[in-house]
């Protein structure tokens, strides 16, 4: 069964604290990794797409990495407004439906 | 920016009642989706739909839930009988390709009492 398993669950940072998200896969036949920020009570809000191994991504303080078996969101000196929940998915085998981690939450205090 | 739009934003219907959620995905999209998300849980995928056809349904869109392109503008989930387990924000999403980028609308959040 495809699996998209995210860690940790919740970061807590203080502003300027560099950091990375988690993101791991079990679906085969990778065909793109995807990363979204959710607001509370929103919708999801695309950040990066990634399509091959060592595929990277930058804007303004994040990074996203891709390997084989796991994808990283790297977010350099946050500030508070970086405070969300980050979203991983993977589209299913047959490309059809995006499979969604549970999330990282994260807090970043002044 | 094109964006995805949604309404209503909430809901509220009481168990047993039909409800329409409307979304109006990205113009020159052509793959349609609905996904929900129950309260502290993550993002579900519902259904796809692609040239006026269900490409995708998951093992929640049961007999309940139908969807519908009634226009060229227009995307509609319906649930013809509410239950209380339907309570959740439900998500529409569009993307130009099948595997491209799927955008996501700001939600509808659905209250069954």
């Known amino acids: 069964e495809d699996q998209v398993t995210q860690s940790p669950e919740a970061l807590r940072l203080q502003e300027g604290e560099s950091s990375s998200l988690n993101c791991s896969y079990t679906v085969s036949g990778l065909r793109g990794l995807f990363w979204y920020r959710q607001d509370p009570g929103k919708g999801p809000e695309f950040l990066f797409t990634?399509?091959?191994a060592g595929e990277e991504k930058e804007k303004e303080r994040l990074k996203a990495t891709l390997t084989k078996k796991e994808s990283f969101l790297h977010i350099t000196a946050p500030k508070p407004e970086d405070s969300a929940t980050y979203l991983c998915?993977?589209?299913?085998?047959?490309?059809?439906?995006?499979?969604f981690g549970k999330g990282t939450t994260l807090s970043v205090s002044s | 920016e094109p964006e995805v739009t949604q309404t209503p934003s909430h809901q509220v219907t009481q168990m047993g009642q039909e409800v329409i959620l409307r979304c109006v995905p990205i113009s020159n999209h052509l793959y349609f989706y609905w996904y929900r998300q129950i309260l502290g849980q993550k993002v579900e995928f519902l259904v796809s739909?692609?040239?006026?056809?269900?490409?995708?349904k998951s093992e929640i869109f049961d007999d309940q839930f139908s969807v519908e392109r009634p226009d060229g503008s227009n995307f509609t989930l319906k649930i013809r009988s509410t239950k209380l387990e339907d309570s959740a924000m439900y998500f529409c999403?569009?993307?130009?390709?099948?595997?491209?980028?799927?955008?996501f609308g700001p939600g509808t959040r659905l209250t069954v009492l």
């Open positions: 999403a569009s993307s130009a390709l099948i595997t491209d980028t799927q955008y």
């Open positions: 739909f692609y040239n006026n056809e269900i490409s995708e």
């Open positions: 990634l399509y091959s």
């Open positions: 998915a993977v589209p299913n085998q047959a490309g059809t439906a995006l499979i």
